[in-house]
């Protein structure tokens, strides 16, 4: 589906980068052509200026997808979420980032979650990065305390775990 979305604009590279920025972020494009998120409208000037185009590009994209059912579909309906990466060490929480060997490969989430369960760790949090989106994407999830020692070594014998990062 995403190769599609992006074959559309690939002969507008400067609006490419600005679906890209729409999809990374979650904002919606509102059947008025307006860049949102929830209620709260972006201006098309911060959004140019965050992907390094002139806010006509972003006029450009935005109409196109309005105007095409399929890209409407899906920017009408995306949503942004809170992601606690980075606030996490300020709420008590564990941070674990894995790098895996192939993101593409089947089961990684289950097996980094079933040591994380195993050690009566609860997950607040699992958030994966699109390898669509992302050249090295990482796994991360956001635990309820911190991770013993024993439950690293763990996730690092396991085939699909390349490095695990604990903060």
Do not use: C
């Not at 609006?15 to 709260?40: C, D, H, N, T, Y």
């Not at 201006?43 to 890209?71: F, K, N, W």
């Not at 920017?75 to 060490?89: D, E, R, T």
Request: no cysteine; aromatic share 6%.
């Amino acid at each position: 589906m995403w190769r599609r979305i992006l074959e559309k604009f690939r002969r507008f590279p400067a609006q490419e980068r600005v679906v890209l920025l729409l999809l990374e972020r979650g904002f919606q494009v509102s059947s008025a052509g307006k860049v949102v998120s929830g209620g709260i409208e972006i201006p098309h000037t911060h959004i140019a200026h965050e992907a390094g185009v002139d806010r006509r590009v972003v006029d450009a994209a935005a109409s196109m997808i309005v105007e095409d059912e399929e890209l409407k579909v899906v920017f009408q309906n995306l949503q942004s979420m809170p992601f606690l990466k980075n606030v996490a060490p300020f709420l008590g929480l564990g941070v674990v980032i894995i790098t895996p060997t192939d993101a593409s490969r089947v089961g990684i989430v289950k097996e980094v979650t079933g040591v994380i369960a195993n050690h009566g760790i609860s997950i607040r949090q699992v958030v994966t990065d699109d390898t669509q989106f992302t050249e090295n994407p990482k796994l991360t999830v956001i635990t309820e305390g911190e991770l013993p020692g024993e439950a690293v070594a763990e996730m690092l014998k396991l085939d699909s775990v390349k490095e695990v990062t604990v903060y």
